[in-house]
């Protein structure tokens, strides 16, 4: 029975980060179209993906 749960717990991560890895370029492309003052507003690509590495932001 724990076998089942590790399985299940790492197959709803891998599905995490896949929408995470899929949304990325989203970002970007969303950042760039942004205007000056709304882009420096938000937390820079290397802060996010800091945050999603468990690093602090």
Not at 8 to 21: E, L
Not at 22 to 44: H, I, N, V
């Given at each position: 029975?724990?076998g089942?749960?590790?399985?299940?717990?790492?197959?709803?991560?891998?599905?995490?980060?896949?929408?995470?890895?899929?949304?990325?370029?989203?970002?970007?492309?969303?950042?760039?179209?942004?205007?000056?003052?709304?882009?420096?507003?938000?937390?820079?690509?290397?802060?996010?993906?800091?945050?999603?590495?468990?690093?602090?932001?």
């Open positions: 029975m724990s089942q749960v590790v399985i299940g717990v790492c197959w709803c991560v891998a599905k995490f980060v896949q929408q995470v890895v899929a949304q990325l370029p989203l970002f970007y492309k969303l950042a760039a179209a942004l205007p000056g003052p709304l882009k420096t507003s938000l937390p820079s690509i290397e802060q996010i993906e800091r945050e999603l590495q468990g690093g602090a932001a």
